[in-house]
Structures are given as structure tokens and as C-alpha cells.
């Protein structure tokens, strides 16, 4: 009987911590473990850490020089260049078939 009342007790403290307690417990140990990530963070960024940043027109060009995507405009983007020109010549076709020509009015 004493082992019967044991496991009772146990399992009693085991729903509570279960249903009632856990999933504060959790909401709490979420908000601190991401408000201690992000001023961790914050401290290791560069600006955090006095290091000035590299202005705009230079880090387009170091992109560029590294091959990284700067734009999504077809007609400047090296990667889409080829499929603006077939667009282009698409569209030109297109027109000329639309517009009749002189002679034929």
C-alpha cells in the first residue's frame, strides 16, 4: 500500500507539473534563452564592436567584383542577361507581327 501511495503522489506531481506548470515554464525559458541570444548577438556585431561600416557605392562594387547579386532588373543582372536578350527579341517579333506594315493598308 505504501508503494500504491507513492506512485499516486508521483503521478499526481507528475500531471500537475505536466498540464498546469510546463507550458509556462517553457514560455519562460523561450523569452530568456532568445533575449540572452540577442544581446549576444548585438555585442558581436560589427557597429557594437566600434567598427564603421562600409558605405553603400562600396559594398555594390565589392558584390559586384565577387560575383554576388546586386539586382533583379534582367537588362543588369549578369546571371539573367541572356534570357532580357531573348525577351527583348521575343517582344520585337511580337510587335512586328501585331503592327502591319504600310504596304499591306
Partial sequence: TLIGLVASVYCIILCI??????????????????????VLRHQGSGIALG?????????I?????????????????LHYRTAYKALQHSQQNAREQVTPEPSQV
Fill in 17 to 38: 507539473y505536466l498540464w498546469l506548470l510546463q507550458p509556462f515554464l517553457r514560455v519562460l525559458w523561450l523569452l530568456t534563452t532568445e533575449s540572452c541570444l540577442g
Fill in 51 to 59: 567598427q564603421g561600416s562600409t558605405p553603400f557605392g562600396e559594398a
Fill in 61 to 77: 562594387d565589392g558584390m559586384k567584383s565577387k560575383g554576388v547579386t546586386v539586382t533583379y532588373r534582367l537588362a543588369e543582372n
